[in-house]
């Protein structure tokens, strides 16, 4: 059984920052590639970011990008998501999600984990 577990959520005024965390535990596994996802109420999950781990490649979705930063510890199956000027539509709840093939990374019937969620609001 392997568990992902974020944390870092929380309440932050437009403009301001967050930062998640996620690590795996439990069975030992090795991911190809780590994810955050995010679903607003009445939306469906969406992609955010990823990386890679063989290559260390990021990947950002469009409205994220240049706001949000992925990094983290392959070896500690650890990812983290540094999140900079925060706007109201980035009010989600995020999950992150391990991908244990090479399957396209932006779809979500391709992950083989997730984790619980973590709320993330921004106040305007």
């Known amino acids: 059984q392997v568990q992902l577990a974020e944390s870092g959520g929380g309440l932050v005024q437009a403009g301001g920052s967050l930062r998640l965390s996620c690590t795996a535990s439990?069975?030992?596994?090795?991911?190809?590639?780590m994810s955050w996802f995010r679903q607003a109420p009445g939306k469906e999950r969406e992609f955010v970011a990823a990386i890679r781990w063989i290559t260390s490649n990021t990947y950002y979705a469009d409205s994220v990008k240049g706001r949000f930063t992925i990094s983290g510890d392959n070896a500690k199956n650890t990812v983290y998501l540094q999140m900079n000027s925060l706007k109201p539509e980035d009010t989600a709840v995020y999950y992150c999600?391990?991908?244990?093939?090479?399957?396209?990374?932006?779809?979500?019937?391709?992950?083989?984990?997730w984790g619980q969620g973590t709320q993330v609001t921004v106040s305007s």
């Open positions: 999600a391990a991908l244990t093939s090479s399957a396209p990374y932006y779809y979500t019937a391709n992950y083989a984990y």
């Open positions: 439990g069975r030992t596994f090795s991911s190809y590639a």
